[in-house]
């Protein structure tokens, strides 16, 4: 007669997701913040083509828009962890600092681009 000693391990099975699709909310905000980030990109670019006319001020409104796609891109993975860690806990938060940045600097660019255009001779 022969005894086995070894213990037959059963994998646990896993928990019961919250809702249907746990990654799709995180998923989704990461795709949003990542069309904000090419968005910001796409207007530093598009600012570029007013340098020969509006001369140095635009400059700042370039640096404005690549400092805040920088900072959308450097913080973008933390954002994604928190936000797929809130939903597998059933609690999520909004990143109220991240959105009230990109707010401010989306206005601060608005005034600059405005004030260049209107007040700001055109040089030839």
Excluded at 57 to 73: D, F, N, P, R, S
């Amino acid at each position: 007669m022969h005894i086995s000693f070894r213990r037959r391990l059963q994998p646990k099975p896993p928990p019961p997701p919250l809702h249907e699709d746990p990654g799709l909310q995180p998923e989704r905000t990461s795709l949003a913040w990542g069309r904000t980030l090419l968005t910001m990109l796409t207007v530093s670019a598009l600012f570029l083509r007013w340098m020969p006319y509006h001369g140095a001020i635009v400059g700042a409104l370039v640096a404005l828009a690549l400092i805040t796609a920088l900072g959308i891109w450097t913080t973008q993975r933390r954002r994604y962890m928190r936000s797929a860690s809130g939903v597998k806990s059933g609690r999520i938060q909004a990143d109220a600092t991240s959105i009230f940045w990109l707010g401010a600097s989306v206005v601060v660019l608005g005034a600059l681009g405005l004030y260049t255009v209107i007040f700001l001779p055109i040089t030839d």
